[in-house]
């Protein structure tokens, strides 16, 4: 168990709707990141957060949006959602591990299904 | 921009076999290095990491050196075990102004045989 919790587990939704997933770091860790994994683009890096402000973005679309709330939990919001955004959404949550390293943990996911 | 790319799978061996994973990186930086394992129905655990170069990255018997000079980070393991089956992910992290973020090889599936 890496700390790091999300929900739902599972998300069954159809094209055209808006859905929320979210995030709880580990105790003491500021920063979140959300990845998206599927099998055509692999593991791909969306979005951090740290301590409530965004912090870095990838290759994120413009349909999705995420913030971080004072009590330092994540959602990602998905809107607009279209078939191929079937996915496993990942968050993470990272600690400093010196040298300017970030260890980055990773909660179980959130498999979504557009219909 | 900065990429992993590593050997594609499946990658099929027998009990107690030598494997090796294949990594090389492209990066403009000093990138920190690592190896992530996604057992099936699960998220990513970090494996191992290494942060410059020669250093050696270990666990669970598994090992990776930073090799500068070929920018590679190849993943051996002496003995493999039936549990070890999962899917592999190189992945590097310039850390700096990018906090860390990390980008991923494809992923590498492993399956072990008794």
């Known amino acids: 168990d890496s700390g790091v919790t999300q929900t739902p587990k599972h998300l069954i939704t159809a094209t055209g709707q808006r859905v929320t997933l979210r995030c709880s770091p580990r105790?003491?860790?500021?920063?979140v990141y959300w990845y998206q994994q599927s099998l055509d683009q692999g593991l791909q890096f969306l979005i951090q957060?740290?301590?409530?402000?965004?912090?870095a973005k990838g290759n994120i679309l413009e349909r999705f949006s995420a913030q971080q709330f004072p009590d330092l939990h994540s959602e990602l919001n998905l809107s607009s959602l279209e078939l191929g955004d079937s996915a496993l959404y990942f968050c993470?949550?990272?600690?400093?591990?010196?040298?300017?390293?970030?260890?980055?943990?990773f909660g179980p996911g959130t498999r979504l299904t557009v219909t | 921009g900065d990429s992993v790319t590593q050997m594609e799978g499946p990658v099929t061996l027998s009990e107690e076999a030598f494997l090796t994973i294949n990594c090389t990186y492209t990066?403009?930086?000093?990138?920190?290095l690592f190896w992530y394992v996604q057992y099936p129905g699960e998220g990513l655990q970090l494996l191992l990491k290494?942060?410059?170069?020669?250093d050696k990255g270990s666990n669970k018997g598994f090992e990776a050196t930073y090799r500068k000079e070929t920018t590679s980070f190849h993943l051996e393991k002496g003995s493999v075990q039936v549990s070890d089956s999962a899917v592999y992910f190189c992945?590097?992290?310039?850390?700096?102004?990018?906090?860390?973020?990390?980008?991923f090889g494809k992923g590498t599936k492993l399956s072990v045989k008794p």
């Open positions: 105790s003491g860790d500021l920063s």
């Open positions: 992945a590097l992290s310039d850390g700096g102004g990018s906090q860390g973020n990390l980008i």
């Open positions: 990066a403009t930086g000093y990138p920190s």
């Open positions: 993470a949550s990272s600690v400093e591990s010196g040298g300017g390293t970030y260890e980055q943990y």
């Open positions: 290494a942060t410059k170069a020669d």
């Open positions: 957060y740290y301590n409530g402000e965004e912090r």
